[in-house]
Nanobody
Framework: QVQLVESGGGLVQPGGSLTLSCAAS????????MAWYRQAPGKQREWVAT???????RYAEFVKGRFTISRDNAKSTLYLQMNSLKPDDTAVYYC?????WGQGTQVTVSS
């Protein structure tokens, strides 16, 4: 059974950086698109970025130029490099693939 496990969240000051990881179990990681979503308190979950098996990427407008999604198919791991973080980026971040969600990792941007 495939599972997605996020890590790398934490508390960071505005302007800081974090890198999130999502480790996938199972042997079908490389054939599916993967995505990051986030959900802030009291808000709906929203899409952040997607990467295809061929590593083509798309981003939500609010993270363009600040976040970078990448994947290492050999390690079955998805990443999200987040730079220039803002308080509005505070949320639980989830990875998603093949109709599966991870458990989420909390990112808090605060001074």
């Amino acid at each position: 059974q495939v599972q997605l496990v996020e890590s790398g969240g934490g508390l960071v000051q505005p302007g800081g950086s974090l890198t999130l990881s999502c480790a996938a179990s199972g042997n079908s990681f490389s054939v599916f698109p993967m995505a990051w979503y986030r959900q802030a308190p009291g808000k709906q979950r929203e899409w952040v970025a997607t990467i295809t098996p061929a590593k083509a990427t798309r981003y939500a407008e609010f993270v363009k130029g600040r976040f970078t999604i990448s994947r290492d198919n050999a390690k079955s791991t998805l990443y999200l490099q987040m730079n220039s973080l803002k308080p509005d980026d505070t949320a639980v971040y989830y990875c998603f693939s093949n109709n599966l969600w991870g458990q989420g990792t909390q990112v808090t941007v605060s001074s």
